[in-house]
């Protein structure tokens, strides 16, 4: 206790010069204003740069391929996005100041669209984090190919923390939601939890490699939810069809008008939706909640020291706080995305009913 | 709003990163790891039967020489026991043996002192009668006057003598 009030004394003694420079420096240029929806949307959102950080003279940043196809513009054209930067115009392309993609001018004067697959900041770091991944996978079977009688040592360390992992999400969610034929799934399952739980974490890490906000892009999300509908759909039995087709309901039910296939048809789509939603909700929800607590130093820096050293103190434990949560809500979320994965799939896979009637 | 969309280029570059990496794990990564453990689970549980059978087998062994134990105490008693009737027995026939021996020995000697004795009175008889027909003669010799006197001096003089 003693040692928490040392180190609050510290924070607030060490933030009060810091927010004193901040508030001179901000009344210096008051037209330099926090534009905190900016700052937070600008990190969300996807962007055709990746942005290190910033001296007082200039911005570092990466920048990323630009690839777009547009017949009107001529076919396929690919460029670095450094072309344009600041609203710069290059081959017709530049960035739109309310959508922040890159548009062209159509005929009419409109802003256009192109079919836009740039290598952006998301598509960078899931290749980062896949990569890792893979990396992390790999390494870990490199041992098991070494050590592969089966009566050599349990790995220890990283391995060792990894099996540890694996088997826990083998047998904690696969197994109980996928059901007797859990082993054919287990692979998909656990690689979907790695991703998930390996870009949660990522995205939490403020600096490069890290820190960008993939498992919180509704395009991410889309695409592991259409994985399981996938893994639903296309390997569901017989007897899953017939439920959703002619399930075991009186005849006015479904006969003159199919109203339960027609629920269990949009439960189909409203599964893997729901999985959708509920991973980038949450996960972008966590990001927004920490860079606002971070806005809140910079925007009180123009209420005097006083204000905002305090605020500065009470969003830094706000923050402390919120980083804990959000690890703790980047494992629930991977847990929860393969836990209904696995249960969606073990009901795609239903047994026989044996004739209930008497 | 456009938050909520779908960007179909960032769809793309997923399905070719995610998608390899994903193939990838699919087909190498997970399985030699789960595989690895199942194996690791199987060898285990192998294990452990093969222990609780040996732990089985051992009892076993523990029982039988239990049993062998017991039966080699009772054995032993038994003979013990034996040992200890023969003793009594051998004993007994001892002391039976070498009391009549005593018996028949004190017998044998209990006679032969009988014959001895007889013998003896017999000599003794002998020489009193010598000695009393000595000193019959010698009385004689002296006066033969009273003789109803000197007769029951004799028979007197020979039972002095006997007694």
Not at chain 1, 226 to 252: H, M, Q, S
Not at chain 1, 280 to 302: E, R
Not at chain 2, 131 to 144: D, G, I, M, R, T
């Amino acid at each position: 206790m003693k040692t928490l009030r040392y180190i609050l004394l510290l924070l607030l003694v060490l933030l009060v010069p810091f927010g004193q420079a901040m508030a001179s420096a901000s009344e210096t240029d008051e037209k330099e204003k926090v534009d905190v929806k900016d700052v937070i949307f600008s990190h969300i959102k996807d962007s055709y740069s990746w942005h290190l950080f910033s001296t007082n003279k200039r911005h570092y940043s990466i920048y990323l391929p630009v690839i777009v196809y547009s017949k009107e513009m001529g076919g396929w054209s690919a460029f670095s996005s450094r072309r344009l930067e600041h609203g710069a115009e290059y081959n017709g392309y530049h960035i739109s100041e309310t959508s922040g993609k890159v548009v062209y001018i159509n005929g009419e004067g409109a802003e256009v669209r192109p079919f836009d697959m740039s290598y952006t900041k998301v598509a960078m770091s899931l290749t980062i984090n896949a990569l890792l991944l893979l990396a992390i996978v790999l390494c870990c079977g490199r041992w098991y190919r070494k050590h592969d009688s089966p009566s050599s040592k349990v790995p220890g360390g990283f391995v060792g923390f990894f099996e540890y992992v694996v088997t826990m999400v083998g047998d904690d969610i696969i197994k109980p939601g996928v059901g007797p034929e859990y082993k054919r799934y287990e692979p998909y399952l656990l690689s979907v939890f790695f991703f998930i739980i390996m870009s949660n974490l990522l995205g939490l890490i403020p600096i490069f490699p890290a820190g960008a906000n993939v498992t919180g892009n509704i395009s991410i999300t889309m695409f592991l939810a259409l994985c399981t509908f996938i893994a639903v759909n296309v390997f569901g039995n017989k007897e899953y069809w017939k439920e959703i087709l002619w399930p075991d309901v009186p005849v006015f039910l479904k006969c003159p008008l199919p109203l339960m296939p027609l629920i269990e048809f949009f439960g189909i789509l409203t599964k893997p939706f729901a999985l959708m939603v509920r991973l980038f909700a949450n996960m972008m929800a966590g990001h927004v909640i920490i860079l606002s607590l971070t806005c809140v130093i910079f925007v009180t820096a123009p209420m005097g020291a006083a204000i905002n050293g305090s605020m500065t103190v009470v969003s830094i434990l706000f923050m402390v706080f919120m980083n804990m949560m959000e690890l703790l809500v980047a494992y629930i979320q991977a847990y929860v995305f393969t836990m209904l994965s696995s249960v969606f799939i073990g009901m795609s896979r239903p047994k026989e009913h044996i004739e209930k009637k008497e | 709003m456009d938050l909520l969309l779908p960007e179909v280029g960032t769809l793309i570059w997923m399905l070719i990163a995610v998608g390899i990496v994903f193939f990838i794990l699919i087909k190498w990564g997970f399985p030699m790891i789960t595989k690895s453990v199942d194996q690791r689970k199987e060898y285990i549980d192998a294990s452990i039967e093969k222990a609780e059978q040996a732990n089985s087998r051992l009892e076993g062994i523990r029982q039988e020489c239990s049993d062998l134990l017991d039966q080699a105490k009772k054995e032993r008693a038994d003979i013990l026991q034996d040992a200890a009737r023969l003793r009594q027995e051998i004993l007994q026939s001892a002391q039976q043996e070498s009391k009549e021996q005593g018996e028949k020995i004190i017998a044998q000697a209990k006679a032969q002192i009988e014959i001895e004795r007889e013998e003896a009175i017999r000599s003794i008889r002998a020489e009193i009668a010598t000695l009393s027909v000595a000193v019959a003669q010698k009385l004689v010799e002296k006066e033969l006057d009273d003789s109803k006197e000197q007769k029951d001096l004799t028979n007197k003089l020979i039972d002095q003598i006997v007694k």
